[in-house]
């Protein structure tokens, strides 16, 4: 059985601010399981660390339909990243025949439920998980903190 996992997740410092998120799965230990790492961000050409990034003007389903954007905190618009990251990361779920993804909350690629700053409202998935959902493949949220980058190699 073959799993696609947020890298950061997997403890791979690849999150906007340089940091992963790692998290035991422990459900996912187990002989018979495959973990295929993702980064839609990364495979979507941008860079670790990166500004912050958030989708305005309504969630991923909107994003990939062209009516909202991916605009970084410094008003950069990274919308065809986005949409060129979870291209690939569905590329991959594909080739791999993937069964399920196990991605971060809170992700403007990966997270299923991102929360309005302003209202609190649940505004729904990040441009990768919408892009997933669509195509039927079984999109997990997993809770994690930021967990600071480990001592760099010279």
Request: with cysteine; net charge negative.
């Amino acid at each position: 059985m073959k799993i696609l996992v947020s890298a950061c997740l997997l403890g791979i410092s690849c999150r906007y601010d340089g940091r992963s998120s790692h998290h035991d799965l422990p459900e996912l230990d187990k002989p018979e399981i495959c973990i295929i790492p993702v980064c839609p961000e990364q495979l979507g050409g941008l860079p670790t660390p990166r500004s912050p990034s958030s989708i305005v003007g309504g969630n991923g389903y909107d994003v990939l339909d062209g009516k909202a954007k991916v605009i970084t905190k410094d008003g950069q618009d990274v919308t065809e990243n986005f949409i060129r990251g979870s291209y690939e990361t569905l590329k991959i779920a594909r080739e791999l025949k993937a069964e399920t993804c196990y991605f971060k909350d809170k992700s403007p690629s990966c997270g299923l439920h991102l929360i309005s700053e302003n209202t609190g409202e649940d505004l729904g998935p990040g441009v990768t998980a919408a892009l997933l959902r669509r195509q039927n493949f079984n999109v997990i949220e997993v809770k994690a903190k930021a967990v600071p980058p480990g001592p760099t190699q010279d």
